[in-house]
């Protein structure tokens, strides 16, 4: 056997043994992407920093994507990986990813993640799948960081054909002029996971804090996009956490709606710190989301569950003091029949939509079904364009919505 073969099977067999201990280690389902542990860190690690020989590998796309500022006031890094179908087995395969991200002069982090690809497409079902029509699998991740230059290194790998797909590629963080005033939570060349979030965690138990309810529309920030992406996810909780780390809350109602499968997606009547981690698992099924005839049937179904949603906030028992809707701008424009608008009569909580508009649709600002909405219930938008107008607008809320006969205040004063 020549030099080169004896190379090319040290290889393979190096590359099986490397999937076999990954897959050991880590474990199926995983959560949303997280630090690896330091047994998996430093296989992935080994495996990167060899040289190896060139073999067969996924035939997947890997596509960085253009970075930007969140929310929770750090940067924002994300890729999607688009592989074939045919390339697994078809049955409910199993595929894990790293991203490996080295700082300049910082620390390096790994973090993993793990998706289970759907069975063969079945049609006794009824749903269809976007991505088993295309006979396309594809997925997001991505990573929080502060400013400055960062190496970023994917791997992705099946269980079943032991192959992998890599992409190595250096990003430039830094603030735009107009942003230079915004102080950031993350320190430069420092880098983590998209599912840190700097809430602190305390509700205002003295008996002035406000009793919050949030309606959260998890939908893309792109209004035209078919998936809830990792960062779609990340920048829905950054905006989450700054609403309640800005506003003394007594106790905080969550509830995760999507008006494309117009349904309820997340509730939790209490919501706390560990609501976060709970939230991101109930959106991330979104990633590979079904759509059934029945719901493509109701054309006005989206604004049926709009109206359910908020007169559920003014027929409750104990009604919050506020009710915000928090999402980005949506698709559906039309303004819904009147029969289809919550009717107000003077009672129940105060409501607020705070709307995200993204950078491409200045000069396209029209109202969406969520502002219509607003509107019918004397309620007051504010339309976003970065985390200083949300932080802004945050403080607007705690200063108009009153308590107990108080002004409901701003968290830190």
Same mark, same amino acid.
């Given at each position: 056997? +020549?030099?080169?073969?004896?190379?090319?099977?040290?290889?393979?067999c190096?590359?099986?043994?490397?999937?076999?201990a990954?897959?050991?280690?880590?474990?199926?389902?995983?959560?949303?992407?997280?630090?690896? +542990?330091?047994?998996?860190?430093q296989?992935?690690?080994?495996?990167?920093?060899?040289?190896?020989?060139?073999?067969?590998?996924?035939?997947?796309?890997?596509?960085?994507?253009?970075?930007?500022?969140?929310?929770?006031?750090?940067?924002?890094?994300?890729?999607?990986?688009?592989?074939?179908?045919?390339?697994?087995?078809?049955?409910?395969?199993?595929?894990?990813?790293?991203?490996?991200?080295?700082?300049?002069?910082?620390?390096?982090?790994?973090?993993?993640?793990?998706?289970?690809?759907?069975?063969?497409?079945?049609?006794?079902?009824?749903?269809?799948?976007?991505?088993?029509?295309?006979?396309? *699998?594809?997925?997001?991740?991505?990573f929080?960081a502060?400013?400055?230059?960062?190496?970023?290194e994917?791997?992705?790998?099946?269980?079943?054909?032991?192959?992998?797909?890599t992409?190595?590629?250096?990003? =430039?963080?830094?603030?735009?002029?107009?942003?230079?005033?915004?102080?950031?939570?993350?320190?430069?060349?420092?880098?983590?996971?998209?599912?840190?979030?700097?809430?602190?965690?305390?509700?205002?138990?003295?008996?002035?804090?406000?009793?919050?309810?949030?309606?959260?529309?998890?939908?893309?920030v +792109?209004?035209?996009?078919?998936?809830?992406?990792a960062?779609?996810?990340?920048?829905?909780?950054?905006?989450?956490?700054?609403?309640?780390?800005?506003?003394?809350?007594?106790?905080?109602?969550?509830?995760? *709606? +999507?008006?494309?499968?117009?349904?309820?997606?997340?509730?939790k009547?209490?919501?706390?710190?560990?609501?976060?981690?709970?939230?991101?698992?109930?959106?991330?099924?979104?990633?590979?989301?079904?759509?059934?005839?029945?719901?493509?049937?109701?054309?006005?179904?989206?604004?049926?569950l709009?109206?359910?949603?908020?007169?559920?906030?003014?027929?409750?028992?104990?009604?919050?003091?506020?009710?915000?809707?928090?999402?980005?701008?949506?698709?559906?424009?039309?303004?819904?029949?009147?029969?289809?608008?919550?009717?107000?009569?003077?009672?129940?909580?105060?409501?607020?939509?705070?709307?995200?508009?993204?950078?491409?649709?200045?000069?396209?600002?029209?109202?969406?079904?969520?502002?219509?909405?607003?509107?019918?219930?004397?309620?007051?938008s504010?339309?976003? =364009?970065?985390?200083?107008?949300?932080?802004?607008?945050?403080?607007?809320?705690?200063?108009?919505?009153? =308590?107990?006969?108080?002004?409901?205040?701003?968290?830190?004063?």
């Amino acid at each position: 056997m +020549n030099p080169r073969a004896v190379s090319n099977l040290i290889s393979a067999c190096a590359l099986t043994l490397f999937l076999c201990a990954i897959f050991l280690l880590f474990p199926i389902p995983a959560r949303a992407q997280s630090p690896a +542990n330091d047994s998996d860190a430093q296989l992935v690690n080994k495996f990167l920093d060899q040289e190896r020989e060139p073999a067969e590998g996924l035939k997947c796309v890997i596509k960085s994507m253009q970075p930007f500022l969140d929310f929770a006031f750090r940067f924002e890094v994300g890729y999607i990986v688009r592989c074939p179908l045919r390339e697994f087995a078809g049955n409910g395969s199993t595929i894990v990813s790293f991203v490996r991200v080295k700082p300049e002069g910082g620390t390096a982090i790994v973090l993993g993640d793990a998706y289970k690809l759907p069975p063969s497409v079945g049609s006794a079902s009824g749903n269809i799948r976007a991505d088993q029509l295309k006979d396309e *699998f594809d997925f997001s991740g991505g990573f929080a960081a502060g400013e400055g230059n960062y190496q970023v290194e994917v791997l992705v790998a099946n269980r079943e054909a032991t192959r992998i797909c890599t992409k190595r590629w250096h990003v =430039h963080l830094e603030r735009k002029r107009s942003e230079k005033k915004v102080p950031l939570t993350l320190n430069d060349n420092a880098a983590g996971a998209l599912t840190i979030l700097p809430w602190s965690g305390i509700f205002d138990t003295s008996g002035s804090g406000l009793r919050l309810t949030v309606l959260l529309d998890a939908a893309p920030v +792109n209004p035209y996009s078919q998936k809830l992406r990792a960062w779609d996810r990340s920048f829905l909780l950054s905006a989450l956490s700054t609403v309640m780390s800005q506003i003394n809350c007594q106790s905080v109602r969550l509830i995760a *709606f +999507n008006m494309d499968q117009q349904k309820e997606l997340f509730r939790k009547e209490r919501f706390d710190e560990p609501g976060f981690n709970e939230l991101a698992q109930a959106m991330r099924g979104l990633e590979l989301g079904m759509v059934s005839f029945q719901v493509l049937e109701q054309k006005q179904g989206y604004a049926s569950l709009l109206s359910r949603l908020a007169t559920l906030e003014m027929t409750d028992a104990q009604p919050s003091d506020a009710v915000i809707l928090l999402g980005p701008h949506t698709r559906f424009l039309d303004k819904p029949p009147q029969g289809f608008l919550p009717a107000r009569d003077g009672k129940g909580p105060q409501f607020f939509y705070l709307e995200y508009m993204p950078s491409w649709l200045l000069g396209r600002e029209f109202p969406d079904v969520v502002e219509y909405v607003t509107r019918s219930l004397d309620g007051t938008s504010f339309k976003i =364009h970065s985390p200083a107008e949300l932080a802004h607008a945050v403080q607007k809320i705690a200063a108009q919505v009153k =308590h107990n006969g108080k002004q409901a205040g701003v968290a830190g004063q």
